[in-house]
T-cell receptor
Framework: GEDVEQSLFLSVREGDSSVINCTYTDSSSTYLYWYKQEPGAGLQLLTYIFSNMDMKQDQRLTVLLNKKDKHLSLRIADTQTGDSAIYFCAESKGDYKLSFGAGTTVTVRA | NAGVTQTPKFQVLKTGQSMTLQCAQDMNHNSMYWYRQDPGMGLRLIYYSASEGTTDKGEVPNGYNVSRLNKREFSLRLESAAPSQTSVYFC????????????FGQGTRLTVV
């Protein structure tokens, strides 16, 4: 949706780090999420961060949140071919509804 | 573990035809959702059901109706399909308020000609 924006494409070499960026407009967002969609499949939650946190790390994934600038990023270390997918940023206010960005298509090249 | 199951996976309709997309979850989740996914626009919420017995409009409800048949099942109906409803439809479910993870079905690719 228009409340969450992300760049549409990212190409990265295998073994390098990928950084996917997202901006959101609603300062009352409580939770921010990263979802992954592989071809022909539904969305799968990768990780989420509560709005009072600055950073969250989970194995190869690092999420950074700059609440002042309403900027969220997802860093994937040592990117592999299996990381090729569409990555969606999403936000919620702790209610039942998620607002999604348009998705960033990540292509990993050998 | 089935998770969220949608049927059908693919459908072609003629303009003006009606159809119902079915969704069932076996995780005993309270909340269920229908989204549509269009190129360059991400997912947009059509309708949701916060709990059994309730349904509410999302961002793009026009042209659709929903039924929360029981806790497991949440169907989406197109009464008179239009080409603008060509999209990929996803059903999702989640358990509780807050950071609850939403689990998604595999999607239904609908084409209206």
């Amino acid at each position: 949706g228009e409340d969450v924006e992300q760049s549409l494409f990212l190409s990265v070499r295998e073994g390098d780090s990928s950084v996917i960026n997202c901006t959101y407009t609603d300062s009352s967002s409580t939770y921010l999420y990263w979802y992954k969609q592989e071809p022909g499949a539904g969305l799968q939650l990768l990780t989420y961060i509560f709005s009072n946190m600055d950073m969250k790390q989970d194995q190869r994934l690092t999420v950074l949140l700059n609440k002042k600038d309403k900027h969220l990023s997802l860093r994937i270390a040592d990117t592999q071919t299996g990381d090729s997918a569409i990555y969606f940023c999403a936000e919620s206010k702790g209610d039942y509804k998620l607002s999604f960005g348009a998705g960033t298509t990540v292509t990993v090249r050998a | 573990n089935a998770g969220v199951t949608q049927t059908p996976k693919f459908q072609v309709l003629k303009t003006g035809q009606s159809m119902t997309l079915q969704c069932a979850q076996d995780m005993n989740h309270n909340s269920m959702y229908w989204y549509r996914q269009d190129p360059g626009m991400g997912l947009r919420l059509i309708y949701y059901s916060a709990s059994e017995g309730t349904t509410d409009k999302g961002e793009v409800p026009n042209g659709y109706n929903v039924s929360r048949l029981n806790k497991r099942e949440f169907s989406l109906r197109l009464e008179s399909a239009a080409p603008s409803q060509t999209s990929v439809y996803f059903c999702a479910s989640s358990d509780t308020w807050g950071a609850a993870e939403a689990f998604f079905g595999q999607g239904t690719r609908l084409t209206v000609v």
